[in-house]
């Protein structure tokens, strides 16, 4: 059975298209015009060099989540903190309640978690040149898993998860599931991604999926609060 938090992450990456457009679109947009052309197929040689573009960006949130979650199971065994785990939970469920705001556009207050990380993304930024020009798709991985560290409000509270979930594996899980969630918005291009924009950010479409996410995080919360 799919844990509630794995299904959870995906539903933010999938659902939150539009903020990965606003957040990501210019990246993947300037990366796709500049992908050298090479001998044979050029759909199969843009594929592949966007495959590994975004197989780089996953492999980053992959990398943070198991990081976060292992961080925090360490953390709680050095410390010998009491139902630490529990108290973790019940934010994530907070935040999980907040995230199903924003991406139902109730509320919009996420964005502003990506200012926590500019600074990161300021020593981070300068590695992209060392990668620079793309010639092969080895070098869009090493370009994506840069481009994975870009402050973002929604890989930000997704981490909150990971953090909870008291597990490296766990944590990485999750934030491995938020990854392939954004696929379909910034792997895809041209009429498909503006068609897949416009179907998750019809209101329904939205109203549903934040609802879903609320669920979860009441859900979440009420099984810390039973716990204690």
Same mark, same amino acid.
């Given at each position: 059975m799919i844990e509630y938090n794995y299904l959870g992450a995906f539903v933010v990456g999938l659902m939150g298209a539009a903020h990965c457009f606003g957040m990501c679109g210019g990246l993947i947009g300037a990366f796709s015009t500049n992908i050298p052309k090479q001998p044979g197929n050029q759909l199969a040689n843009q594929l592949s060099f966007l495959l590994s573009y975004?197989?780089?960006?996953? #492999?980053?949130?992959? #990398?943070?989540?198991?990081?976060?979650?292992?961080?925090?199971?360490?953390?709680?065994?050095? +410390?010998?903190?009491?139902?630490?785990?529990?108290? /973790?939970?019940? +934010?994530?469920? !907070?935040?999980? #309640?907040?995230?199903? /705001?924003? !991406?139902a556009q109730i509320w919009f207050g996420i964005v502003y978690i990506e200012t926590l990380g500019k600074g990161l993304w300021k020593i981070l930024q300068p590695l992209t040149k060392r990668v620079l020009p793309i010639k092969h798709p080895s070098q869009a991985v090493l370009a994506g898993m840069v481009w994975g560290w870009l402050p973002c409000g929604l890989v930000y509270s997704t981490l909150?998860?990971?953090?909870?979930?008291?597990?490296?594996?766990?944590?990485? !899980? #999750?934030? +491995?599931?938020?990854?392939l969630g954004t696929l379909p918005a910034l792997l895809t291009a041209g009429l498909a991604a503006k068609t897949l924009a416009s179907w998750v950010q019809t209101k329904a479409v939205r109203l549903v999926s934040g609802l879903l996410l609320v669920i979860f995080g009441l859900q979440t919360i009420y099984v810390a609060m039973q716990q204690l």
């Open positions: 975004n197989l780089g960006r996953v #492999i980053s949130y992959t #990398i943070a989540g198991a990081l976060v979650g292992g961080s925090a199971a360490a953390l709680g065994q050095l +410390f010998a903190v009491d139902n630490y785990l529990l108290y /973790l939970r019940f +934010f994530a469920g !907070i935040m999980m #309640i907040l995230t199903g /705001l924003y !991406i909150t998860w990971s953090v909870a979930s008291g597990s490296a594996l766990k944590g990485g !899980i #999750i934030m +491995f599931a938020f990854g």
